[in-house]
Structure formats: C-alpha cells, structure tokens
Nanobody, 120 residues
Framework: VQLQAFGGGLVQAGGSLQLSCVASGFTFDDHAIGWFRQAPGKEREGVACLSTANNYPNYKDSVKGRFTVSRDNATNTVYLQMNSLKPEDTAVYYC??????????????WGQGTQVTVSS
C-alpha cells in the first residue's frame, strides 16, 4: 500500500491550493481516505474525509465551507481543494486510508505529508 500526497506550498491568506493523494496497492473503491494535518507543536487532527459507502463528506468545523474533498476512482486519487486559506491552516497535510469504506476506525496507511504554509 502506498499513498503519495502532494500539492502543498506557500500561499497568501485568502488564496487556494489543491492537494492530491494518489493511492496504490489496495482496492481503492473499498476504502475511505481522510486528510489530516499537524501544525508545529500541535496534535494531528482530522480535516476531511469522503466515505465510499455513501459518498458523504465529513469536515472539521473550522474548514467547512472552505475545503472540499473529492475522489476520482478511475485514477485512485483523492483531492482536497482548499479555498480562503488562513494562517491557522498552516500545517503538514497527510492522507491516510480508513480500514473500511467509512470515515472511522484506525487509519492504517499514511502518505508522506505535504507542507502547506499560509502567510498573513
């Protein structure tokens, strides 16, 4: 199983970035994939996840209305579109696989992370 996250970068507050997570080595359609982030000195937190069971997205409250998670099963890719970025969104972003088609449980495989830095 391999997950590769990319698309991070430096952006000014109010700007946008799209992160991508390309997956391989497992049946992509059978697993939800979540996005997480970890800022310096803080615990890792869940940001967004899209269930493959009901195609329903889940978002952390602070990103609702600004972030959109989507997936392309044809290319085994999950996207995180981030708009109206704020300095507090600065973190390393990771994608990870859920053990099932639901956004729950112990996420077991993780990508390498991509840095997102939002300047004020």
């Amino acid at each position: 199983v391999q997950l590769q996250a990319f698309g991070g970068g430096l952006v000014q507050a109010g700007g946008s970035l799209q992160l991508s997570c390309v997956a391989s080595g497992f049946t992509f359609d059978d697993h939800a994939i979540g996005w997480f982030r970890q800022a310096p000195g803080k615990e890792r937190e869940g940001v967004a996840c899209l269930s493959t069971a009901n195609n329903y997205p889940n978002y952390k409250d602070s990103v609702k209305g600004r972030f959109t998670v989507s997936r392309d099963n044809a290319t085994n890719t999950v996207y995180l579109q981030m708009n109206s970025l704020k300095p507090e969104d600065t973190a390393v972003y990771y994608c990870a696989t859920s053990p099932s088609s639901w956004c729950m449980g112990a996420y077991d495989y993780w990508g390498q992370g991509t840095q997102v830095t939002v300047s004020s």
